[in-house]
């Protein structure tokens, strides 16, 4: 889909999302000292010297066998090695050249030809001599490199886009959109993306919490290409019982941001948690227009979907609005029906209506004005204009902000989202004091 991809390989803790950090200038990987902290391969995407390119960080590789994990772990790895267009294999310098160094180099040596060996820690010039050790591994010159401390970056993004492969006819391809895909644990988030990405690239087992990092994943679509952010499952702050987990969760609400649409999972076996309450006040919160995305409805065999789209309303009014995908993704049932609801939801959410079009719908107010409420004068609108997208921002002028409550809002908004072509993703409503400017009288 136009970009080439870099991975970057290594055994645990030589810094490998360090580096995938440091390349793509942002917090993209969670680092901690815990071995096998990164699981599924994480993406970032860089640019330099006028190339883009996918950097993904995998898994370390020979982790404890103490992990339950371990084979899914390096098979993911080993498939983003035999598919990626370069290799960045990590050592670590103040370790030295250890056995599992060797076993690795012994693995990439097939892929010799696209391999680019980076000695990371290297944080002072005095520990250069110490990188020649590595010419053993018999790749090409090593580079050194500190990713904590941003020293040799440039050098080495400069050896990436010379030996990246020339860009195909299509170009590079930007997505068209960014999907966030959220929830809480074993909904299914990620064996939906892999649907998506038609290939199991990331790990999916019954046990809880195995995907940490936000993961992007790239897919196409009837002749588009999209983003899809795979986040870790959310739990209750009270049991967030780690600080890789305290990441996670920081995470996802970050891919909720970086979102045009967010598809919302939740588990059609189980009730609605206080977990999905909090999602769905955060989804609120930032204007996201939102999927809400029924898994396993396979296995929901004794409800009507009436009957659970009555049950989310009830649950989750402020999403009442919200279009609903039933879906069973370890099927691939109904999969794409989401990615369709979501295209929609962003045309919504970038349509400019006119300001004769909303005036039309405010004077439905003047023949039937809102109600006072709390023995203060009764709310007034004069005018109003929609003034950015995504999400639509209407700006109403009014006679006095402070007498409009919460109901006179949810009225002006259901009527605009009633009338206006955008009625299925969240309208944010400014109100502004309308105050009549007198002309100064001219001296005599």
């Not at 009830?314 to 995908?325: E, L």
């Amino acid at each position: 889909m136009g970009l080439p991809v870099v991975a970057i390989v290594g055994r645990p803790n030589v810094g490998k999302s360090s580096l995938l950090n440091s390349l793509s200038r942002r917090l993209t990987a969670i680092v901690t000292p815990t071995l096998g902290t990164t699981r599924d391969p994480v993406n970032a995407t860089v640019e330099h010297a006028g190339r883009i390119f996918d950097l993904i960080d995998t898994g370390g590789m020979g982790m404890d066998d103490a992990e339950q994990l371990v084979q899914e772990v390096e098979a993911a790895i080993r498939k983003t090695i035999d598919a990626a267009d370069l290799v960045l294999f990590v050592v670590d310098v103040r370790a030295g050249l250890i056995p599992l160094d060797r076993q690795i180099a012994d693995l990439l040596r097939k892929f010799a030809a696209k391999v680019i060996l980076v000695v990371n820690k290297v944080d002072d010039k005095k520990m250069a001599g110490d990188v020649v050790e590595f010419h053993a591994l018999a790749f090409d010159d090593p580079l050194p490199l500190s990713a904590r401390h941003n020293i040799g970056r440039d050098a080495l993004l400069d050896a990436i886009t010379a030996r990246l492969p020339e860009p195909d006819a299509e170009g590079e391809v930007t997505p068209v959109m960014k999907l966030a895909i959220v929830g809480k644990r074993n909904t299914g988030k990620s064996t939906f993306a892999n649907q998506l990405a038609r290939e199991e690239r990331m790990i999916v087992s019954d046990l809880a919490g195995t995907t940490r990092d936000s993961v992007d994943i790239r897919f196409e679509k009837d002749g588009n290409v999209f983003l899809a952010i795979d986040t870790a499952g959310l739990r209750k702050k009270a049991r967030i019982d780690s600080q890789i987990e305290q990441f996670s969760a920081h995470r996802a609400e970050r891919a909720i941001r970086r979102a045009n649409v967010v598809l919302f999972f939740l588990d059609a076996t189980v009730d609605i948690s206080q977990v999905d309450m909090k999602i769905c006040s955060y989804i609120v919160k930032h204007y996201k227009p939102c999927v809400l995305v029924v898994n396993k409805w396979d296995m929901a065999d004794t409800v009507s979907t009436e009957a659970y789209v009555g049950y989310l309303e009830k649950k989750m009014p402020g999403m009442a609005f919200a279009p609903i995908a039933f879906i069973s993704a370890k099927n691939g049932e109904r999969v794409h029906s989401a990615i369709d609801l979501a295209r929609t939801l962003h045309k919504q959410a970038h349509h400019h209506a006119g300001t004769s079009h909303i005036n039309a719908v405010l004077d439905r107010f003047r023949d039937r004005p809102l109600k006072s409420s709390g023995g203060k004068k009764a709310p007034r609108i004069y005018f109003g204009a929609q003034v950015s997208t995504a999400p639509p921002l209407i700006v109403l002028s009014v006679n006095d902000p402070s007498v409009f409550g919460a109901k006179h809002r949810r009225t002006i908004l259901n009527r605009l989202r009633e009338s206006l072509p955008y009625h299925e993703v969240p309208i944010e409503l400014r109100l502004r004091s309308h105050r009549r400017k007198t002309k100064e009288k001219s001296p005599q």
